[in-house]
Structure formats: C-alpha cells, structure tokens
C-alpha cells in the first residue's frame, strides 16, 4: 500500500512559477514509476508527466513540454513537479499517482494509487 499526499498548490498569476510535491509512504519507493495528472471538473483526467524509477526517462505532455519538470528524490520518498511560465489553461486539481509499470505511463489506468489532489488556479 502507498499513500500519496500532495503539496505547493495555490492561486498564481499568468507567468508565475509553483512547484509541487508530492509525498509517499512506504518503503517501496523506488520500485514506482511516478507522475502526474490533472482534471478540471466536467472533463477527463489528462496526462501532465511521469518519470521511471530510477528517474532515468521523463514524460509530458504535448501541452506542458517546456515548461515543466518533473523529478524525483528515492531517498526521501517524492517526487516534485516544477511548473513554469504558467497558463490559465493550467488551471486544475493536479493529482500525484503511482505505477507498479514502468510503461504506457501516459495513460491514467497504469497507475496503482492516486493522491487525494492539490488545487493550481493561475489567474490571467
């Protein structure tokens, strides 16, 4: 079992910069592939970025490359998401989920366990 629970989520204005984190328990770290969604209510979960166990490859989305990233710190069990240059099409509850797989990390149904979410509200 693994609990995730996240945090640095606020209200910022266009252009801004937060950074998430997000913390698990367990001492099974290690053996996750880590990422992140986000959902704006009315719409699907979509995909924001992942990285492998060993943080050896990252993923993001189309929408976010450039302007986010993701890393991960095994010894202290989290895993952070840096977001930059902010839009108010980023505007979301941003959930941190982890994945026994360590493949097709896009897609919502590889992930195990979900943390409860933290609120991005990035005003124009």
């Known amino acids: 079992q693994v609990q995730l629970v996240e945090s640095g989520g606020g209200l910022v204005q266009a252009g801004g910069s937060l950074r998430l984190s997000c913390a698990a328990s367990g001492r099974t770290f290690s053996t996750y592939s880590m990422g992140w969604f986000r959902q704006v209510p009315g719409k699907e979960r979509e995909f924001v970025s992942a990285i492998s166990r060993s943080a050896g490859s990252t993923y993001y989305a189309d929408s976010v490359k450039d302007r986010f990233t993701i890393s991960r710190d095994n010894a202290k069990n989290t895993v952070d998401l840096q977001m930059n240059s902010l839009k108010p099409e980023d505007t979301a509850a941003y959930y941190c989920?982890?994945?026994?797989?360590?493949?097709?990390?896009?897609?919502?149904?590889?992930?195990?366990?979900w943390g409860q979410g933290t609120q991005v509200t990035v005003s124009s």
């Open positions: 989920v982890a994945a026994r797989a360590d493949y097709g990390l896009k897609y919502s149904y590889r992930y195990d366990y």
